[in-house]
């Protein structure tokens, strides 16, 4: 009985050390490619210009009623009244790639605080920085919240 009890801890560690080890490389790896990335966007560059550039002509293409359509799609989908259930799967998805169980507390508090934050953003950037590159596309979308 006791020799059965030490082989079951002794396979318990091993799954511990295992996942453990799976966690450690995630961040690792998860951390690389984060600055790489960051370092790739800020070094000026002929391909990072021209990725830029070319989103920017993209966005400039579209009609001003397109422009708010698609702002007030994107803000709906992040920050609209159906998003806590999305909010609440990313922040278990993130916590769980990394080894953590979200607890009630921390969904609640999460979901409470970063949409909020984010909404405060996008409407600055809404009506400060949209507005220099696209006053139409600002007032269509103050039209279509008055409705």
């Known amino acids: 009985m006791l020799e059965h009890l030490r082989e079951f801890a002794l396979e318990i560690e091993e799954e511990e050390r295992h996942h453990n080890e799976q966690t450690l490389i995630t961040v690792v790896s998860d951390s690389v490619s984060g600055i790489m990335l960051f370092f790739m966007l ?4 002929r391909g990072r210009q021209a990725l830029f550039n070319t989103i920017s002509r993209l966005f400039e293409g579209l009609s001003d ?3 708010a359509v698609m702002i007030i799609l994107i803000a709906d989908t992040l920050l609209g ?5 999305g909010w609440t799967g990313l ?3 993130v916590l769980g790639r990394y080894g953590f169980e979200a ?3 921390g969904v609640v508090i999460f979901v409470g605080i970063v949409p909020v934050v ?3 953003f996008f409407k600055y950037w809404i009506f400060i920085g949209l507005n220099k590159i696209s006053p139409g596309a600002v007032v269509t979308i103050k039209q279509i919240d008055t409705h």
Do not use: M, N, R, W
Request: aromatic share 10%; net charge negative; no cysteine.
């Open 42 to 45: 800020a070094q000026p560059s």
């Open 65 to 67: 009623i397109a422009k």
């Open 81 to 85: 009244y159906h998003s806590e259930e």
């Open 91 to 93: 922040f278990e998805l």
């Open 103 to 105: 607890e009630e507390e």
């Open 118 to 120: 984010i909404d405060v």
